[in-house]
Structures are given as C-alpha cells and as structure tokens.
C-alpha cells in the first residue's frame, strides 16, 4: 500500500509495473492508489497549508436563480477572497476556520450590484455583498465534528471530508455539507417577503484540485471548484416562493496576497479597508 504522496516517476513507473505483474486493471490501479492518501492531511495541503499559514483563495463565478417550475438565470457575477487556516491534529483530526469578503455584481457590466431589479419578480432590491466566517473540525475519518452550538443552531447536519479521487497526475479532494435549520418568524411590522419561510437548507460541496507531484511542497498549488444549493436571500425579496439558488464558483490558491486580482483589491479596499492586512478584526 502507498503510504504517502507519489513524487518520482521512478516510485510510479515500479507501482505501475507491479500492478501490471499481478494482473489489475488501470481503473482498480486508480482506486488503490488514492486509498494510499491521508484524505485529512491532503485536504489541508490543499485547501490550506501544512505549516499552518493561511491559505488564500481567489474565486469568481456565477449565482443562480431557480424558481419551481421555470428554467435557471444567472443573477450575478461573484467575485471574493478568503483566508483559510487548517490544522492537521495529533489525533488525525481537522480544524479549519474560513474567513471572507464577497461582492456581488451585475452579470451584464460587472459594476457593483448595490441595487438590483430582480428579474423573477421585478422588484427593486439591495443586496449585501458579504462578509462571512466558518469554524469547523472533522475526526480522524474525515466526519463533521459539530459543535454544541452549531447543534443547536440545526436540526440536521452532515459533514464529510471525501476519500481522495486520482486519475493519472492529478488529485482531487472534496468537501460536503449539508445543514437544516429552523428559522425564526419574521418580527411584526417586517417585509413578509424578505421571510422565505420556516425551514432553511443548504448544501455546499467544494472540489480542490492539484498534481500529486506538487504535494511534496510547502505550498501546494491549487484550483478549486464550489457549488451550492440554497434559498433565497432575505434580500431578494422572494417570499416564500418555491426555488433554489446556486453558487457557481471557480478559484485558485494564491502563494501571497500581492497575487489577488485587481478589481477584488479595488472592491476591498473601497468595502472592506483592513481586510486584507488585518480579515479578524
């Protein structure tokens, strides 16, 4: 069996041999070979940094709309940044805590959405380009340790970090969760359509991506792939109309922040001064 990442031709060219000598097709051949990874200490090579630096992450992409019934629009253009800090436990556990800036903008100019007509019900809106942060750990198997707060906050919850995925050069780690909560009811005197209604549900499911040369590296090159399913935005204005939204989202990791695109500097220092230098404070 592998015991960790395959950095010479020469180690794959003799795995590659011996597997041929013992008669193993190429496919069963793939899926030994991604059982020899640490799927824990792999997720955080790849979304973070063994050495406990921060990894940062430069994303854009699409978010979509999806009322019951009728076809899929995208409404946005996404662009963001995050910090990332993963912690490889003793215990073979995980410890990540997510921090980012997001900016929703206009499909068609790429200007600041500040204000929106929403093409599903032509309301006029204002949506809050985002601020969040996530906290949390997985044991040894790569399961959803949660909180007793996060337990409290939902009545179901599921958290996996997957078994790792090669083909040829290339790894694959993968992330899912998937959350219920129950949402309070809307203060008297509240816009009834900012309620989307008593049950709130997400899915998020993250996809990094690198060559298995790389992982022997302080810093391992990486490209991501994030989708979501979810509700509509308080903002949106959408009631409880029935539909999903989405998050389509592509990004890379970064070696430095001299590396953010541009316009996402632009945004945070115009939105969010001090983030950058300072995400926490």
Not at 134 to 157: H, I, K, P
Not at 181 to 203: H, K
Request: glycine fraction near 10%; include cysteine; charged fraction near 20%.
């Amino acid at each position: 069996m592998i015991t960790g990442p395959l950095t010479t031709l020469t180690r794959r060219a003799a795995l590659a041999g011996a597997t041929a000598a013992l008669g193993v097709s190429a496919a069963s051949h793939s899926v030994r070979a991604q059982n020899g990874f640490d799927k824990n200490k792999l997720y955080v090579q790849l979304r973070g940094n063994l050495d406990g630096t921060d990894g940062l992450w430069s994303y854009s992409g699409a978010y979509w709309g999806k009322p019951q019934g009728e076809i899929a629009r995208q409404l946005f253009r996404v662009d963001g940044f995050s910090f990332n800090t993963m912690t490889l436990r003793e215990d073979g556990g995980v410890d990540q805590k997510m921090i980012e800036c997001g900016f929703w903008q206009h499909p068609d100019t790429d200007e600041l959405a500040d204000t929106w007509t929403n093409p599903m019900n032509g309301l006029v809106c204002e949506p809050k380009h985002f601020k969040s942060s996530q906290t949390l750990s997985f044991d040894a198997e790569g399961n959803w340790e949660a909180t007793d707060r996060q337990r409290a906050a939902m009545r179901y919850f599921e958290g996996v970090i997957v078994e790792p995925i090669v083909n040829g050069p290339v790894i694959w780690s993968q992330e899912r969760l998937i959350t219920k909560a129950i949402r309070p009811e809307p203060e008297p005197g509240t816009d009834p359509l900012t309620f989307s209604g008593p049950v709130r549900t997400g899915t998020s499911l993250a996809t990094y991506t690198a060559n298995i040369d790389d992982l022997d590296e302080g810093f391992v090159p990486t490209t991501m792939h994030y989708q979501s399913m979810g509700g509509w935005y308080p903002w949106m204005r959408m009631g409880q109309r029935a539909g999903v939204c989405s998050f389509e989202l592509v990004g890379r990791k970064l070696p430095s922040t001299d590396e953010i695109p541009e316009r996402v500097v632009a945004f945070l220092n115009d939105r969010r001064p001090g983030f950058i230098t300072d995400p926490w404070a």
